[in-house]
């Protein structure tokens, strides 16, 4: 007969802390998603800030001076200057979703999702 109440306490202890697995894949899939969507957001202020400090060069223009201009610009882009500028976009990018992620972060430790 204890055995029986040791049991039974032993099972109903271990459904107080059950843990909604839907629920904590649906937070899991909103994490991937915003962290895909910053990721992208970054990539794409990189490349916007490297487009807009160095001027790709025109197909003729490049023609004529014997790939001069083309080499112009992949130079451009690896200035540290410019590079450092563009790093900076894109942490400044990122940083606008670092709010949701933290969220997002708090309600999958309130879930007590593993």
């Known amino acids: 007969m204890r055995r029986l109440a040791i049991a039974s306490a ?8 059950a843990v909604d697995y839907q629920k904590c894949e649906a937070i899991q ?7 895909q969507q910053q990721e992208l957001a970054g990539k794409s202020a990189y490349k916007a800030k490297l487009s807009q400090l ?5 197909a003729e223009t490049t023609a004529k001076d014997g790939g001069k201009a ?10 540290i200057v410019n590079y450092r500028a563009a ?3 894109s942490s400044e990018a990122e940083s606008s979703y670092q709010v949701k992620i933290e969220k997002i ?10």
């Open 10 to 17: 032993v099972l109903l202890a271990g459904s107080a802390h």
């Open 29 to 35: 899939q909103v994490y991937s998603r915003v962290k």
């Open 54 to 58: 160095c001027a790709y060069p025109e």
């Open 70 to 79: 083309l080499a112009a610009y992949y130079n451009c882009q690896t200035e």
């Open 87 to 89: 790093v900076a976009a």
């Open 105 to 114: 972060k708090s309600d999958i430790k309130k879930a007590d999702c593993p």
